[in-house]
């Protein structure tokens, strides 16, 4: 994979990623309730605990993950970043018509800012060219 390929993946799975933090907040929340459970046999806590504790790494490294995104994504100009949502993160189909149409300007032009935003997060996550 290369690393434009690296970052149009980066950017696709950036709603699942969301999605899975939202996700793991609601388990977590769930393994809390049940770990206060006075019944709840030791052995069942401890595997519980460590359940909890896991997906609380997990959730960590996958907030960071977005963080680091979202603050390459920053970097760019507004339009790039709009360009970027609607073309690769969203992944509308068409949106190419419609942005040249918000934007006042030719479908090429589009293609362009999108090629130019790649390449931007490319250098700026890597330091290096495509």
């Known amino acids: 994979m290369t690393k434009r390929e690296g970052i149009i993946s980066e950017l696709r ?3 699942l990623d969301r999605a899975a933090i ?4 609601i388990d977590i929340a769930g393994i809390t309730e049940d770990e206060k459970k006075k019944e709840l046999p030791e052995e069942k806590r401890e595997a ?6 896991q997906l609380m790494s997990c959730m960590v490294a996958t907030s960071n993950h977005i963080s680091r995104i979202e603050n390459l994504l ?4 507004p339009e ?3 360009v970027l949502d609607r073309m690769i993160v969203r992944h509308c189909v068409g949106v190419a018509f419609d942005l040249a149409e918000e934007l006042h300007c030719e479908t090429s032009r589009i293609y362009r800012i ?3 935003a790649l390449s931007k997060l ?5 330091g ?3």
């Open 22 to 25: 939202r996700q793991m907040r």
């Open 80 to 82: 790039e970043q709009l």
């Open 74 to 77: 920053a970097q760019l100009t």
């Open 114 to 116: 999108r090629a130019r």
């Open 128 to 130: 290096a060219g495509e």
């Open 48 to 53: 519980l605990e460590r359940e909890r504790l």
């Open 122 to 126: 490319v250098r700026l996550r890597y």
């Open 13 to 15: 799975n950036l709603p």
